[in-house]
């Protein structure tokens, strides 16, 4: 949950813009169709089945979305007691530290193809997360495509990552860093033994 907080906040605010939206859009577009009746003189009666009409079709669409917002709040706190039950959430904050503690500053003096490939090696390296399989943790970090990027990120978590994972999970055996090849997409792992 932790991990994907920027796509529901994301979606969160959206429902939450449009329910404004529907609700204080069609106030002043009322409004303003009642400034323009009066201007041009003409018939109220048109008027009046146009806001009619157009206070049914965002009526609607309120309900719609407050109760799609109702789900999405219901399925978040269904998620959040899933990851507090299985202890995701407490490993996606440690993750954050991790990540955050391998991420580097690219300055701008740098070669642009060196800048460059330092630039998706950080990308890449937001995306790590230590997960539960099987019973064990694991510690994965994508490298991309790109083998200079992936030595980069290797060169960066080459002896620190055991090192604060047998820190911050003291009563775990950490292998040494793996390096598997997929199809499109290089992935750094760290198991628990």
């Known amino acids: 949950m932790y991990y994907y907080k920027k796509y529901w906040l994301l979606l969160l605010a959206y ?11 069609c106030k002043l577009l009322a409004l303003l169709t009642l400034e323009v009746f009066k201007l041009l003189g003409l018939d109220m009666g048109k008027y009046a089945v146009i806001i009619n009409k157009m206070q049914t079709f965002s009526n609607n669409w309120f309900n719609n979305l407050l ?35 391998l991420l580097r500053h690219v300055s701008s003096s740098n070669i642009k193809l060196v800048a460059e490939e330092e630039k998706l090696a950080n990308k890449w390296i937001g995306f790590g997360r230590i997960i539960s399989k099987r019973g064990k943790l694991m510690l994965k970090i994508p490298c991309g495509g790109n083998a200079s990027v ?16 047998a820190q911050n999970y003291p009563r775990k055996n950490w292998a040494p860093i793996e390096v598997k090849h997929g199809l499109f997409i290089t992935w750094l792992y760290v198991r628990e033994k």
């Open 15 to 25: 429902i939450t813009l449009g329910l404004g939206v529907l609700r204080l859009g």
């Open 67 to 101: 109760a799609l917002l109702t789900l999405v709040i219901v399925a978040l706190v269904c998620w959040l007691i899933a990851n507090l039950i299985t202890g995701q959430l407490k490993r996606d904050i440690a993750s954050r530290q991790l990540i955050k503690s």
């Open 150 to 165: 992936a030595n980069i990120i290797m060169k960066r978590c080459d002896g620190y990552v055991n090192r604060w994972l």
